[in-house]
């Protein structure tokens, strides 16, 4: 199983239903490569797929942050919570399909402004003893993967899918 993440032309998806966005959108590979902006792989740094430390950092993000106060804490529960993740376009509506969260544009930003206030050590540090075997230059990688999507989203105001399959 894996994570993944891709930039998407929001504009392009959102008067449609989830129905047709998953049916016979991305099914179309014309409109797909309209739609798809760039894959989290493409990022700078690349993206680890690993859905155990995508595990780790889902459980240092709730024991941690989530019931916080401190909206940049809370933030990386929306970015990696499946509960606390935002469904915009409704994909969950399909759950064999996979997609956990789909973010707008507005989302991404504010989740974005938010994460950029925390200090990522924490998260960092929370990774390493959560998934013991994970060495501290994978554990910062892999947060700094989520924050560089983010950013990259904000900065093109782009939304995010994110798939579990």
Known sequence: MQITADLIRYEKLVDKSSEVIL???????????DVFVLGGHELAGGWGNSASLWGCLCDCCEGQWVHTENRAKHAWGRLVLPYMMPDELNLRSFPDEGFIASISPVTVTEIAADIN???VDE???????????VPLVTASNYVAQWVTLINEAAQQQLGVIIHLG
């Not at 049916?23 to 490569?33: K, N, V």
């Not at 998260?123 to 075997?133: A, E, F, G, H, W």
């Open 23 to 33: 049916f016979d959108l991305f099914e179309d590979d014309d409109i797909a490569d």
């Open 117 to 119: 206030l925390a200090s």
């Open 123 to 133: 998260l960092v540090n929370c990774l390493v003893k959560t998934c013991r075997d």
